[in-house]
Structures are given as structure tokens and as C-alpha cells.
């Protein structure tokens, strides 16, 4: 990714437009996920996803849907899909106020600016499916301290304390909000 890539914001929406995003930076990262739950949800090979830190993104139109879903790691995520053509534009993981977004790269509205960086859980990748993108291959999931750049990690760290301190933030006011309902 180039410097001017990292200071353009970058659309994207669903196949019927009535959700509408941006991106207001590149991604700190993209990978392919070749995962069997990738694979189900998106009935391709994998999910080409782009992490964004959810400081850098916002919902300009419409009003996503959110469906929780199992992964193969044990965990879960959500799922974000217009709630008219269920088209799905990016998982949250973990929990439905994560750090980071995984952008599903086909709904930007300039795909191909992100080819992947790395390719993970290339264990179940179907066999017919050669990678010859010279991107690093992973048998499951990578450490981002070691596979990311510098720039992208230091991101993710901001984003990380911008929500500790938003939770904070709301906690104070629901004890407020609290004390003056039992006062």
C-alpha cells in the first residue's frame, strides 16, 4: 500500500445500495481466509477481508443488519448484512463493539486497490485453488505482531484505547443515569 492509498477514503456498499460505507483510510491489513466457515458464508473458496480500525469507518447510509455466526476457531462473530439484499459487508468479531472490522473486499467500490497480504487457514483452502500471489500462506490464523506493518500496529493500538476509553466513558454515564432513576 502506498502513502496516498493510506490517506484516501475508500466506499463501498451492498449489491442494492440501500447500505452505504467508508473507509476513511486503508486497511491496517488484508488477508484471504480459506477457513470452512469463510467458505460457507460466502459460498466461494475464501473471504478476502480488509481490517479497519472502527474509528476509520462509518455507515453513511442505511442501517445494517447483524447476524451472529460461529467460526472455526471456536469463537463467533457478527456478521453485518443489509437487511434488504443480505448481502454481507463485514464482520465483527468477538463481540458486536470489536476494535476492528473485516471489510468483505468485494462490496468497496474499488476491490482491486487490496489484494491480499497474507492468506490464512490455507489448511482447509480447496485443493483445485493455486496462490501464486506471492502473499505469505498461514495453516491457520498469523501473529499480527509479525505479520503487520509497524504503521498498521500502531493503529490498532490507538483504536484499542479509543474503545477502552469510550466503555469507560458509557459506563460512567449509565451509573449516572442509574443513581438519578433510584434517587
Known amino acids: 500500500m502506498t502513502r496516498k492509498s493510506l490517506t484516501t477514503a475508500h466506499g463501498g456498499g451492498c449489491a442494492c445500495g440501500h447500505v452505504r460505507y467508508l473507509m476513511h483510510d486503508a486497511p491496517m491489513f488484508v488477508h484471504c481466509c480459506h477457513c470452512t466457515r469463510c467458505q460457507r458464508e460466502t459460498g466461494g473458496p475464501f473471504a478476502h477481508h480488509a481490517m479497519i480500525e472502527f474509528t476509520a469507518f462509518s455507515v453513511l447510509e442505511g442501517e445494517p443488519e447483524f447476524v451472529l455466526v460461529p467460526t472455526d476457531s471456536g469463537g463467533k462473530h457478527w456478521v453485518a448484512r443489509c437487511p434488504h439484499c443480505r448481502t454481507a459487508l463485514w464482520n465483527e468479531h468477538g463481540s458486536r463493539r470489536a476494535i476492528t472490522r473485516y471489510v468483505r473486499v468485494g462490496t468497496l467500490d474499488a476491490p482491486s486497490q487490496f489484494p491480499p497480504?497474507?492468506?490464512?487457514?490455507?489448511?482447509?483452502k480447496?485443493?483445485?485453488?493455486?496462490?501464486?500471489?506471492?502473499?505469505?500462506?498461514f495453516a491457520g490464523y498469523y501473529d499480527a505482531a509479525k505479520a503487520w506493518p509497524q504503521e498498521s500496529l500502531a493503529r490498532y493500538a490507538s483504536a484499542k484505547t479509543a474503545r477502552v476509553h469510550e466503555r469507560a466513558k458509557s459506563g460512567a454515564a449509565r451509573r449516572k443515569e442509574s443513581t438519578k432513576s433510584t434517587g
Request: net charge negative; hydrophobic share 40%.
Open 117 to 124: 497480504l497474507a492468506h490464512i487457514y490455507v489448511r482447509s
Open 126 to 137: 480447496q485443493p483445485w485453488l493455486t496462490l501464486e500471489d506471492g502473499a505469505p500462506q
